[in-house]
């Protein structure tokens, strides 16, 4: 049945008539089957039928891939389902689309959709670490995260404590901690034709060093068994 409906409100309201009087009718039809698409996504991920919804939500956003709404839905959708790493990469992916399609930014409301990890020591408090690099194992200053999500699997787990150094070069293969929209990030340090980029261990995701504020390299990592 939420099949049907996604079909049926995924079409335009005859698409090839470019008839004067069809404009103001076929724009009320698209704006009411986006909402629908957006509110059905919504209730049947209420209803824990997340397939179904993620494929709703998609629908909405294919009808208008600049629309922050469909993302938004898209977002709360992997929130409910638990899958936070997910509902990130929507978040990131947004930012990244309408910064290269406008050159504008998301609202804060939709920044705030996805919460950040918590950190067990705030960066403007005293650093009180002490850990060695793993490269060349000089002691260095270092506070301390707990990393939230799996995409740096197996590498990184969730849960695992890291210490991080704001005194350590940023270079490809390191892992760096960053905050990009809002969001506290875990991600490797790539070169692409020159080009730095965070990309996920096991995730085929990307973005621009350029577009997130670094706050230090991972230089060790303690896990509880």
């Not at 790493?85 to 990244?96: C, G, L, N, P, Q």
């Not at 939709?110 to 670490?129: G, K, M, N, Q």
């Not at 905050?179 to 995701?205: E, F």
Request: proline share 4%.
């Amino acid at each position: 049945m939420s099949h049907d409906a996604t079909l049926l409100l995924s079409s335009d309201l005859l698409p090839d008539w470019y008839d004067e009087w069809l404009v103001a009718d076929a724009a009320q039809w698209r704006d009411l089957r986006l909402h629908a698409l957006q509110a059905l996504s919504l209730r049947l991920a209420t209803a824990q039928r997340f397939s179904e919804a993620i494929d709703t939500a998609y629908a909405a956003i294919s009808a208008d891939p600049l629309l922050e709404t469909g993302y938004a839905a898209l977002i709360r959708i992997h929130l409910s389902e638990g899958n936070r790493t997910a509902a990130a990469e929507v978040s990131a992916a947004y930012r990244k689309l309408l910064k290269n399609e406008l050159n504008t930014q998301p609202s804060v409301p939709f920044d705030a959709l996805v919460p950040a990890p918590v950190a067990r020591l705030a960066i403007e408090e005293s650093i009180v670490f002490t850990a060695q690099t793993a490269l060349a194992g000089e002691e260095v200053e270092a506070f301390e995260v707990v990393a939230n999500g799996i995409s740096m699997e197996p590498t990184i787990r969730h849960g695992d404590t890291l210490l991080v150094s704001p005194n350590v070069t940023v270079e490809p293969g390191r892992i760096v901690v960053a905050v990009h929209a809002g969001t506290w990030i875990v991600k490797r340090v790539a070169d692409r034709d020159g080009a730095l980029m965070l990309r996920s261990d096991n995730v085929d995701a990307e973005v621009s060093l350029a577009d997130v504020t670094v706050h230090g390299v991972v230089v060790e990592l303690r896990r509880h068994l």
